[in-house]
């Protein structure tokens, strides 16, 4: 699965050519050779007006009236701090609020609530000179058309603005194509947008076909790509040396590269992050009387056991020890437990398995896996449903108990 950046011009979508922008045109199926860029992020071409800068020709008293106006614009309108605003301030100064409130206007219309709006001004006050029609909601449609709904895009880039700044013709769309080379799907493409912006932002030449590669040379099955860079996509944009260290280092745990397991470590081994996490973990697993190997086959089973939150595991592994008096090793074989709601699945579950033995209709003998790791639907045909003569309060105690 060798992979290469296609073309811009592969992109079927032209939901944007509808409307030409002032001084140019949409060109994107144009040769490279006759194509202008016109979406290029620069202060020249996209915020003429209305801006002045700080100079030394600017009369002080016209200055400062300006600097007020957009302080208080920046309050007012866009809900900044004071101090906030004040700082913003620095990087732009306002003429009138013809060209901002075409912006916040363009915001508001596709969902951006007014905390979204404040916070995206606040990182990239500078957006609020681009030109709303032409520069801003080209983008906007286009991440749109590809499925991301309106609360997720509001949400993305008020997180990270930064999409906005870049190029739809040379940056968005061509690393959608590349995307879509990969993943097929336009809804792997929104998960992994979800996960991070930066999946558009990069130089995908640079490190992720390189790991892309890597793990193809090494015998990884493209749906574990998938998976890996749908879900977990900055694992596979980091570094390509250090991807190549980590993949390593899970084959010599033990990791089969044709098992998704292998992929999940990678994820779970990359970064300072998840590596503070995972040393983390193993610290309140041996807390818990687990051993070295109880924990390392713990993580061979589900790699994402390392990646618990502290409180997690001790809420459940305190269930299952002190109420359910299981031995606290006898978790490690069936890690994946450790990632059900206490509340929606586990204490339901075993309260109602707690009824059966002690009412003698089911033996002690019973495993974590099989309560826990069915649907809802088997599970109340198993174990409620079948046993609802006898005990026609065993829905009460269920229902009962999820609804606590």
């Not at 286009?142 to 609360?151: A, N, P």
Request: charged residues 20%.
């Amino acid at each position: 699965m060798a992979v290469a950046v296609p073309q811009a011009t592969s992109l079927t979508r032209l939901f944007f050519l509808t409307k030409p922008i002032p001084g140019g045109s949409f060109t994107t199926l144009l040769p490279k050779n006759h194509r202008k860029p016109i979406f290029v992020f620069s202060l020249q071409t996209q915020f003429s007006s209305p801006v002045t800068t700080l100079t030394s020709k600017t009369p002080k008293d016209e200055q400062q009236q300006k600097l007020s106006f957009t302080i208080n614009y920046l309050i007012d309108s866009c809900g900044l701090s004071p101090d906030s605003a004040t700082v913003a301030a620095r990087k732009l100064l306002l003429d009138s609020p013809e060209r901002p409130n075409t912006v916040l206007n363009l915001l508001r219309d596709h969902g951006f609530t007014t905390a979204q709006i404040s916070t995206l001004v606040k990182k990239r006050p500078v957006l609020l000179l681009a030109n709303a029609e032409s520069v801003l909601l080209p983008k906007l449609r286009f991440f749109l058309s590809i499925g991301v709904s309106k609360s997720l895009l509001a949400r993305t880039l008020a997180s990270d603005p930064t999409i906005l700044t870049r190029s739809l013709v040379n940056q968005l769309i061509p690393s959608y194509n590349f995307l879509k080379s990969v993943l097929d799907s336009d809804e792997k493409i929104v998960a992994a947008l979800r996960r991070t912006t930066w999946v558009f932002l990069e130089d995908h030449t640079k490190n992720l076909v390189p790991n892309i590669n890597y793990m193809t040379e090494t015998g990884v099955p493209e749906k574990c790509i998938k998976l890996l860079l749908t879900h977990f996509p900055e694992a596979v944009m980091q570094k390509s040396h250090e991807f190549q260290a980590i993949a390593k280092q899970a084959q010599e745990m033990g990791f089969n590269p044709q098992k998704s397991t292998f992929v999940l470590a990678i994820h779970a081994l990359s970064g300072k992050g998840n590596k503070s996490i995972w040393d983390k973990c193993f610290e309140v697993y041996q807390r818990w009387g687990w051993s070295e190997d109880d924990i390392m086959c713990a993580f061979k089973k589900h790699p994402h056991c390392m990646m618990l939150s502290e409180r997690k595991i001790n809420r459940t592994m305190e269930f299952f020890v002190n109420e359910m008096n299981l031995a606290p090793r006898s978790i490690a074989q069936c890690p994946v437990v450790l990632f059900f709601s206490l509340e929606k699945r586990i204490i339901p579950r075993c309260s109602v398995t707690k009824v059966l033995v002690s009412n003698g209709l089911v033996t002690e003998d019973w495993s974590l896996t099989s309560l826990l790791v069915p649907v809802e639907k088997v599970f109340l045909e198993k174990l409620v449903i079948k046993y609802e003569e006898e005990l026609p309060e065993l829905m009460d105690v269920y229902l009962g108990c999820t609804k606590l």
